[in-house]
């Protein structure tokens, strides 16, 4: 697939995989996240969901640009769970992206190496079983005006393919809209040469 300078590959929905190593079985929940908030409540629900586990390691990736991203090894030895895992998100290119492998023990040690296996091998079967799509960088502006400019502000805006997300219209019209980041300049252009037309950013 290829992408522009404002697009990424993420998952579509939760994807899942599991491996089965010396009667420990890892199972590992891929899904997609926006935020760290979003990132704290699926890490909620999956230790309320694997409650009887040993440990929920994970590792997420997110944005495109000065992405934030963290790995935690939840009590397994330093570096053998949440690196393996973080490896697994950039060997395929995405962000956007939560990928949890919980443990249950299964009384047979499998050592640093072992474990680093277990735990990239789980991570990767959750992703190939993922949905890829290609997420889009929008930036999210408003626009006042007077009505008797609408037909030809919605002309602009329908040929430059924004998607509105509310409008009013009392004294002004105000249309909130997302454009594309590549393609912001030129929508402001067009928009800036109509007169009496306030573009907010926001």
Do not use: W
């Amino acid at each position: 697939m290829e992408l522009s300078t404002d697009s990424f590959l993420s998952v579509s929905g939760e994807s899942r995989g599991i491996y089965r190593e010396k009667a420990s079985k890892f199972i590992a929940v891929a899904l997609p996240v926006s935020s760290e908030e979003e990132v704290k409540a699926s890490l909620e629900e999956l230790r309320k969901s694997y409650h009887d586990a040993n440990h929920h390691c994970y590792a997420y990736r997110l944005g495109l640009e000065n992405q934030a991203y963290r790995m935690n090894d939840d009590g397994e030895p330093s570096g053998s769970a949440g690196k393996p895992i973080y490896g697994q998100i950039l060997s395929t290119g995405l962000s956007d992206v939560l990928v949890v492998v919980v443990r249950y023990f299964g009384g047979t040690k499998l050592g640093i190496p072992g474990l680093i296996h277990a735990y990239r091998v789980a991570a990767r079967e959750a992703l190939d079983q993922a949905e890829i799509i290609e997420k889009i960088i929008r930036v999210h502006l408003k626009i006042i005006f007077e009505y008797p400019m609408m037909n030809e502000i919605m002309r602009i805006l329908k040929e430059e393919g924004v998607k509105i997300v509310s409008q009013s219209s009392a004294i002004n019209c105000e249309i909130d809209f997302q454009v594309r980041r590549s393609n912001l300049d030129k929508v402001r252009t067009r928009l800036t040469r109509l007169n009496k037309v306030e573009i907010i950013s926001f």
